[in-house]
């Protein structure tokens, strides 16, 4: 009943949370002298703190309006091209006739929206024909669309890298790398004329037995059933996926979040003094950051499951024995698309080694088309978002894509 517990307690604090932000913006409309000024600041903060540090199941937009490409700004609009119950491929359609590379990037469906991996399409965009995974929310998914596992979400990879067509390429960030790897396979094996011609995997999980972190660690404490019955619950009745059941996203956000939770903590003092000091900046930095961090999408049970039975627990990809619709799969079959990988010195989720060994599986490549990188200084998230990823790892990404195509 762990949901039905968690809905209620959102009832009852949304209301409270939806006066606070009304409050917080009357109050700070209000421009009185000394010496009420600083206490109505911090009443105002305090307000503004607390009213925006609920969870919301809304998708947030991509917000991608431009982007830069050589001197000109490039008007963009996202628009879905093509959809199933489970997930729709998302086209940032750009304002140009320039021909550029197709890309597909392929987001993680781990508890959070797409809209994550905003400032990963927002770079990529600059060079390349950017398409995205935008996986749906299982809570709006009806039980008569059916099941959606690790193999439902390897066939959504192929059939939208088969959208893009001929000489495309594929990013995978995070989770979905194993995925990525996994259709690549096939599709190399099965002489798809869509495999991509090159293949990056950045900060994923291909083999957590090495330097496995805490989240790898946590696996192997429980035994399947454990994570059944302790971490999946059914949604409530009035969503339209009543009934389906699923692996809930407040659930992950609390188990991220309980990581380090000093920081998280930290980060809404920080945002308390921003906002009683009028620092504007540094406060709408904070709140878009965690307006995205906030917003969870639910998993469908059955992925949530076979992902961490296959990937955390039993190591099927690594090990040689996992399989695709009852299809051993081979990254052996791969002999012509770059691979390349990437990791973060400091990535306390996917710990070094653990995506460079891919590099290891596609054991027929040539050398001259494997390559791997490992970034200094960043954690999880600097991998693919921020500073670091725009000025130091997207430039050799173009170069693998640019050397490929």
Known sequence: MIYQMYQAQADIMDPFRL?????????????????????????????????????????????????????S??????????????ASLVHFKKDTGRKQPKVLLVAPLSGHFATLLRNT?????????????????????????????????????IKFLEYLGPRSHVVGVCQPTVAVLTAV??????????TPRSMTLMAGPIDTRRNPTKVNMLAKTKDISWFEKKMTDVVPWRYRGAGRRVYPGFMQLT????????????AHVRQFRSLAAEDKEAAASHREFYDEYLAVMDLPAEFYLETVQRIFMDHELPKGELKYKGRQVNPGAIKKTFVFTVEGERDDICGLGQTSAALDLCSNLRPLLKRHHMQTGVG???????????NEIYPLVREVIEFSA
Not at 44 to 70: E, M, N, W
Not at 81 to 86: H, I, K, M, N
Not at 255 to 266: E, Q, T
């Open 185 to 194: 396979s096939v599709m190399a094996e099965d002489n798809n004329p869509a």
């Open 380 to 390: 999880h998230y600097g991998v693919f978002s921020g500073k670091r990823w725009q």
């Open 73 to 86: 700004i490039v008007k963009v609009e996202d628009e879905v091209v093509y959809a199933t119950p489970f």
């Open 121 to 157: 399409a927002e770079v990529l965009l600059q060079d390349h024909d950017v398409y995205i995974t935008d996986w749906h929310n299982a809570r709006d998914i009806p039980v008569d669309a059916g099941r959606f596992g690790f193999d439902e979400y390897v066939e959504h990879v």
């Open 19 to 71: 006066f606070a932000r009304n409050s917080s913006t009357l109050l700070r409309s209000i421009t009185p002298g000394q010496p009420y000024g600083i206490a109505l600041r911090h009443i105002t903060a305090a307000l503004d703190v607390f009213g925006y540090s609920g969870t919301t199941h809304k998708r947030p937009d991509y917000a991608i309006d431009d982007v830069q490409i050589g001197n």
């Open 255 to 266: 188990a991220f979040v309980s990581m380090n939770l000093d920081k998280h903590i930290g």
